[in-house]
């Protein structure tokens, strides 16, 4: 069976009256994710030089041995550091195709936030700002649908 692991901050520790797990932080990991918040939100820098200051501070992500535009983008996005649980974010839908069942999970834009049981690394505060200084910046997608390989005789229009 595949283990799932808590997300970056936390570790999983077992319900001592119910069944079930809930999420407990890990300090030496939660100080890296109050210093991701603190740069971007409170020093104003970017997600790039945010990593890039992570990996000169030698601070180790849990698996990779570098860090990742994309992890801490993830970081920055990811309710759980506030309190909060994400449900139907992305949902398994099942399709028959050919005779074979292939599951896929697209993103839900309509996903339920709820209360969790665990504590909050990031102030509510700080969360906001940080979500407001990404919204002013999105990410840039470039939308060209014009072969650009010179080897091919044709273009799509």
Known sequence: MLEIFPHFGYKK?????????????????AFIVKEIFRLYALESNSICYVTRKLNDMNLKPRIAKKWSIASVKDILANPTYIG??????????????NGRI???????????????????????????????K??????????NDTIKNPLTRYCLL
């Open 102 to 132: 292939i599951k896929s999970r697209p993103r839900n834009p309509n996903y339920l936030i709820y209360d969790g049981l665990h504590e909050p690394i990031i102030d509510i505060n700080t969360w906001n700002i940080v979500q407001e």
């Open 13 to 29: 520790e077992k319900l001592t009256d119910k069944k079930g797990y809930y999420l407990k932080i890990n300090e030496n990991e």
């Open 134 to 143: 990404r919204k002013q910046n999105p990410p840039k997608v470039v939308h």
């Open 84 to 97: 909060k649980v994400v449900w139907n974010r992305r949902k398994e839908i099942k399709k028959t195709k």
